[in-house]
Nanobody, 125 residues
Framework: QVQLVASGGGSVQEGGSLRLSCSISGYDSMDYCLGWIRQAPGKELEGVAAIDGDHTTTHAEPVKGRFTISQDDDKNTLYLQMNNLIPEDTAMYYC???????????????????RGQGTQVTVSS
């Protein structure tokens, strides 16, 4: 059973940076797909970024150019580098498994499945 534990959240000023980490264990899917999702208070879950087994990445439009998803070579740790943070980025962030879907179905090109423990990110203006 996959276990995903996110960490690295915190409170920052607008324009600041944070790097989220996700410890991964028990994940052995042949269709490797992992990513980050977030949920702001009173809002639905939102896909943020995803990466596949070939290190191909995809990022949601609101975070393009500011966030970068990456992973260790051993694929045991997933990262989300977040720069130039804005108050709208305030949310609980989760790492999650995913699977690819047509972009006409989901702009990010993936749907998310199992998510782990989240980490809170708060950006103040």
């Amino acid at each position: 059973q996959v276990q995903l534990v996110a960490s690295g959240g915190g409170s920052v000023q607008e324009g600041g940076s944070l790097r989220l980490s996700c410890s991964i264990s028990g994940y052995d899917s042949m269709d490797y797909c992992l990513g980050w999702i977030r949920q702001a208070p009173g809002k639905e879950l939102e896909g943020v970024a995803a990466i596949d087994g070939d290190h191909t990445t995809t990022h949601a439009e609101p975070v393009k150019g500011r966030f970068t998803i990456s992973q260790d070579d051993d694929k045991n740790t997933l990262y989300l580098q977040m720069n130039n943070l804005i108050p709208e980025d305030t949310a609980m962030y989760y790492c999650a498994t995913c699977h690819q879907v047509p972009k006409k179905v989901r702009r990010l090109g993936v749907d998310f499945d199992d998510r782990g423990q989240g980490t809170q990110v708060t950006v103040s203006s």
